[in-house]
């Protein structure tokens, strides 16, 4: 049984079991908690999980965990796991099946006084627009050329049909392209479960949230993002749909046989992969970008529908309600990037499965107007609770291959969390504390309580004092959409 | 009963057994349709047949499952009757009863191969199974 005196304290909240574990370990695995955390993650098996992902061939330097880890199927949810290229593998289980699952960050000039009168109206606006819930439909009927400009341009297609604008670009992970996509190697039934699911919200953890920026921790950083306290935000938070999950589907499927092929041992098939520069880690790799910028151009669609509906309610009634785009990130992606690792420059395919990107200033990666500072990362809450911004830094580079934290992680099953609060009484309960809750399942409410979830404070706290994520502003719910 | 839940922190997971295989593929079905609770609709039935293969049992067991999540989300339908009509280790032949629905279908993503073995038992098969949702 796997416990605290596996680990060895290496630094204040870093917590690593030695190669020697396991004979299959090709590196140490880290968790970033602290000892309440640690002990939250030693609750269920996330723990074994990521001493899984430890023996991937061509893992290097150490398999990282960060405070929100809990479990997940393969890999555990929050896991950061960079493989060597050309030599190391790719792995579909390591990215998961809602492919670029991520959040968004919209702010607004005007304040929560301003608007607060109109806020059930907005809600309402919001729910009505927004296609949410399972199996939902969105507006747009894809045309087969239309759905490979999708799955290859990202958000660019959408700035072409007038869904977004430059600076929405601009404030994209990637551009909300990401590069490499060829939509030749995703399936026709990855194309038919995603090709009217563009601009919907989808079930579970998925929401659109209105917000007050309650807090702001890093004044300088924050204006330069249009963060200022008082004001209105709103988060999106949503992936591929089923296109994405198609996607890992048939790759997971197909590398069952292609581990075998190639000789790869491993201690849980969900793990399954294939060398990132083979023919079979290439392809996936063009599938999953193309699953990748479907959610990038998803979430902008969702971001053109919460605009209108802030204008259907807001216009003619307060001045400067316009949402701009913050930040786009992307926690489940399966990236190429180049890092440092002891003293030497090197290119890894780094998987984050439920953990964020936190790139530093002076990447090359960012737009001019962000290189000073570092990327924002968004740090969505659970639900009724607070959410973060943070800003990513160089020792995240140094440390995690840039990389944070990505939300509160749970602590509850939902099977647990459903038989211990009913939704119809959580939502009332919210209405009370001043959040409205407009949601299409009280079941599917119930098992996103905040009772289910740890103290997104407290991981926060632990990435901002190990400075692998440096706080800039916190976010306080008004109203909750979810399907 | 021929399944049960077991906790899992993020997702759904179920213990599933069966007297033979062809009867845990069959319970595995009726475990995850538990996860959708979906009342009669009086829409119209309807009944597919349909063939899946895998690499091996293990395979099987996971395609079958995600063919099942694939013809309920493209063909808006909602199947409560599993019935394995041939199985081999690596090839099914099943049909299918259930019927359309307009209220929206399964909130599953899909059934996963984290820590799946069949296992024999006593009674016959055994497998846990995850479920991303």
Redesign the interface.
Known sequence: MLGKHNFVCVAENIWEIPSTFRDDMRVPARVYADEDLLDAALG?N?VVQLVNTATLPGVIKHAIAMPDI?????FP?GGVVATRLPQGVISP?GV???INCGVRLLVSQAAVEEIRPFLEEIASALYANCPS????RGHLHLTNTDLDRVLQEGSRWMLEKGYASREDLDRTEEFGRVPGADAGFVSD?AR??GRDQLGTLG??NHFIEVDRVAEVYDQATAAHLGIYSGNVAVQVHCGSR?LG??V??DY??RF??TVRDYGITLP???L?CAPCDSEEGQEYFHAMACAANFAFANRQLLTHMIRHSFEQVLAGQIKDFELRQVYDIAHNMAKVEEHEINGHRIRVCVHRKGSTRAFGPGSSVLPEDLRDIGQPVLIPGSMGTASYVLIGTTEAMQQTFGSTCHGAG???????AKKMVRGTELRDQLRTRGILICAGSMG?LAEEAPVAYKDVSRVVEVVHRLRIGRKVARLEPLAVIKG | MSFE?I??????AFRVQGRNFAELLGNAARAMRSLDPLGPSGTPSAVRTIEVE??DR??LL??WL?EIL?ME??L?EVYDRFQILESSNRHLHARLDGRQ?SE????I??A?????AIEQTPEGLEATI?F??
């Open positions: 269920d996330s809990h479990q997940g199927y393969g949810i289980g998961g099946y809602d819930g399972v199996g939902s039934r038919e479960r079930a579970g089923g999950h198609q890992c589907q997971v499927s069952q046989k849980d098939r969900e399954v749970r602590v509850m099953s939902r099977a647990k599917g | 839940e906790e899992h922190t993020a997702d759904r895998g690499i293990e395979a996971v395609n995600n694939y989300q493209t808006g629905s929206g279908v399964t909130h993503k899909a996963t191969f984290h820590d799946l995850v991303d949702v």
